[in-house]
């Protein structure tokens, strides 16, 4: 029989900060984390901003952090989000830091009958941290130009020098699962997916497929990414999708708005523990929310353009309502649809913004304009292969709240988006609470995940 899967820890390092409950505060504040790019000299660029995460120290976060002082930033950010999703779930121990001033952090010490061989991992993170210095001064100093050759000497005398073996490592993106697994001492199932865009939301949903069919008891499933460097930020501007709005770069982001032009990159993480129900509650731990459904598709249109009808979109969340025992056109009994938010992909493209604007109304038909549909990219920048696990946490914080994020710089709608896009102010649903979430990913390339989240009951 089909195991029930809940969520019992969550976290997050997000532009906006580190910590699930102040992050929410300032998302429910329309607080923005944009500004100008830092990480490299960005002035020429015609895109020179994005949404970075500053003063991260994972340090902050990890007792043992030494052992992980190498791993690039993606590896970083999800060592620090598994870390306060490991402790929220009841599975470990903080510890007091002894540096001055400084947070308390975690000290990963499974707790007495955790089967460490019952406990997987899923993510979504992307490449690691690219070594382009030491790269392209290799490459350079074995130029040879009167012939355009490289001299194999002294390209190899030169990385010899520059390059290192563990910089090379952290480049791979299957990195991150083992500084993860190191962290833990998980040593059940590891995969990681790399399905852009929609990539951790993937993670989760089949994370908790892993656990629906008995593989694992605990897993921890989420995405992690950095793309704002040199090669990254190059080619979404060479595919004009990233916003050039220079001159006002916290108003840049604009899903669902008229004069929107363009996602403004993100970075960070968002890990979840997520476990069977009977086994969370044999061991008393709090159960947050519960994953009810899963819905995954692929357009099979165009590497670079979404299925124009949203075919794609409407399925995966078909399948997510479906296996959620979710009608999409059925009220409840307060009059609501039965989905009271979607958190929206909602990533400020043309082409994004209106097709799952018409796969919404495909799904939902007439019930369509009363399901508020909201994008925290408007905020945190998108944040690529960690943007779908930190939107599911926002669909977690709506229930547990009972308050919906704003979508930001939304002034001037579209006549075509003409859905609830909760503009401009969060929206507070205490009254009638929030019950059951939907969670959109769609990545490039065509791929297509939903989660649909519940309150536990």
Same mark, same amino acid.
């Not at 401009?424 to 065509?446: H, I, K, M, Y």
């Given at each position: 029989?089909?195991?029930?899967?809940?969520?019992?820890?969550?976290?997050?390092?997000?532009?906006?900060?580190?910590?699930?409950?102040?992050?929410?505060?300032?998302?429910?504040?329309?607080?923005?984390?944009?500004?100008?790019?830092?990480?490299?000299?960005?002035?020429?660029?015609?895109?020179?901003?994005?949404?970075?995460?500053?003063?991260?120290?994972?340090?902050?976060?990890?007792?043992?952090?030494?052992?992980?002082?190498?791993?690039?930033?993606?590896?970083?950010?999800?060592?620090?989000?598994?870390?306060?999703?490991?402790?929220?779930?009841?599975?470990?121990?903080?510890? *007091?830091? !002894?540096?001055?001033? $400084?947070?308390? @952090?975690?000290?990963?010490?499974? &707790?007495?009958?955790? +089967?460490? /061989?019952?406990?997987?991992?899923?993510?979504?993170?992307?490449?690691?941290?690219?070594?382009?210095?030491?790269?392209?001064?290799?490459?350079?100093?074995?130029?040879?130009?009167?012939?355009?050759?490289?001299?194999?000497?002294?390209?190899?005398?030169?990385?010899?020098?520059?390059?290192?073996?563990?910089?090379?490592?952290?480049?791979?993106?299957?990195?991150?699962?083992?500084?993860?697994?190191?962290?833990?001492?998980?040593?059940?199932?590891?995969?990681?997916?790399?399905? *852009?865009? !929609?990539?951790?939301? $993937?993670?989760? @949903?089949?994370?908790?497929?892993? &656990?629906?069919?008995? +593989?694992? /008891?605990?897993?921890?499933?989420?995405?992690?990414?950095?793309?704002?460097?040199?090669?990254?930020?190059?080619?979404?501007?060479?595919?004009?999708?990233?916003?050039?709005?220079?001159?006002?770069?916290?108003?840049?982001?604009?899903?669902?708005?008229?004069?929107?032009?363009?996602?403004?990159?993100?970075?960070?993480?968002?890990?979840?523990?997520?476990?069977?129900?009977?086994?969370?509650?044999?061991?008393?731990?709090?159960?947050?929310?519960?994953?009810?459904?899963?819905?995954?598709? !692929?357009?099979?249109?165009?590497?670079?353009?979404?299925?124009?009808?949203?075919?794609?979109?409407?399925?995966?969340?078909?399948?997510?309502?479906?296996?959620?025992?979710?009608?999409?056109?059925?009220?409840?009994?307060?009059?609501?649809?039965?989905?009271?938010?979607?958190?929206?992909?909602?990533?400020?493209?043309?082409?994004?913004?209106?097709?799952?604007?018409?796969?919404?109304?495909?799904?939902?038909?007439?019930?369509?304009?009363?399901?508020?549909?909201?994008?925290?990219?408007?905020?945190?920048?998108?944040?690529?292969?960690?943007?779908?696990?930190?939107?599911?946490?926002?669909?977690?914080? !709506?229930?547990?709240?009972?308050?919906?994020?704003?979508?930001?710089?939304?002034?001037?709608?579209?006549?075509?988006?003409?859905?609830?896009?909760?503009?401009?102010?969060?929206?507070?649903?205490?009254?009638?609470?929030?019950?059951?979430?939907?969670?959109?990913?769609?990545?490039?390339?065509?791929?297509?995940?939903?989660?649909?989240?519940?309150?536990?009951?």
């Amino acid at each position: 029989m089909s195991r029930r899967v809940v969520i019992t820890g969550m976290g997050w390092v997000t532009p906006l900060g580190s910590d699930v409950d102040s992050v929410w505060t300032k998302l429910l504040a329309g607080a923005n984390a944009v500004s100008r790019v830092t990480r490299y000299p960005a002035d020429t660029f015609a895109t020179n901003f994005a949404a970075e995460v500053r003063g991260f120290e994972l340090s902050h976060f990890l007792e043992d952090w030494r052992q992980h002082e190498s791993a690039g930033l993606n590896s970083q950010f999800a060592l620090a989000a598994a870390a306060q999703a490991w402790r929220q779930a009841g599975l470990g121990e903080e510890f *007091a830091s !002894a540096i001055p001033g $400084q947070r308390r @952090g975690f000290r990963v010490k499974p &707790i007495t009958g955790l +089967d460490m /061989d019952r406990v997987g991992m899923y993510l979504g993170a992307g490449e690691g941290s690219l070594d382009y210095d030491n790269v392209l001064a290799t490459n350079i100093a074995a130029w040879k130009s009167e012939t355009k050759t490289i001299d194999d000497v002294t390209w190899a005398t030169t990385a010899m020098k520059r390059l290192s073996a563990s910089a090379e490592i952290e480049q791979e993106p299957n990195i991150t699962l083992s500084h993860l697994a190191r962290a833990f001492g998980a040593h059940g199932p590891a995969f990681n997916c790399m399905t *852009a865009c !929609a990539a951790s939301t $993937q993670a989760i @949903g089949e994370a908790t497929e892993i &656990i629906r069919r008995g +593989d694992a /008891d605990v897993m921890l499933a989420g995405g992690s990414h950095s793309m704002i460097h040199l090669l990254g930020m190059t080619g979404f501007i060479r595919l004009t999708a990233m916003s050039t709005r220079r001159e006002s770069p916290q108003t840049a982001a604009r899903p669902f708005s008229g004069s929107r032009d363009g996602f403004v990159m993100g970075e960070g993480a968002g890990i979840l523990v997520i476990e069977d129900a009977e086994h969370a509650l044999r061991r008393g731990a709090k159960i947050i929310a519960e994953i009810a459904g899963y819905g995954s598709s !692929a357009d099979a249109f165009r590497i670079t353009d979404i299925q124009p009808e949203g075919k794609g979109a409407v399925a995966a969340m078909a399948q997510a309502c479906a296996q959620a025992g979710v009608s999409p056109r059925e009220k409840g009994p307060d009059g609501r649809p039965l989905i009271h938010y979607i958190s929206a992909h909602g990533t400020g493209t043309q082409e994004n913004d209106k097709i799952e604007t018409r796969a919404v109304k495909t799904l939902f038909g007439d019930l369509a304009s009363k399901v508020p549909f909201s994008s925290v990219k408007s905020m945190l920048g998108h944040l690529i292969q960690a943007a779908g696990a930190v939107e599911l946490i926002t669909c977690v914080k !709506a229930i547990e709240t009972g308050f919906l994020p704003p979508t930001m710089n939304l002034h001037d709608a579209a006549p075509e988006l003409d859905l609830d896009y909760v503009p401009n102010q969060p929206r507070d649903l205490r009254g009638v609470g929030v019950e059951a979430c939907l969670s959109n990913s769609f990545g490039f390339g065509g791929q297509n995940n939903t989660v649909c989240v519940r309150r536990w009951r």
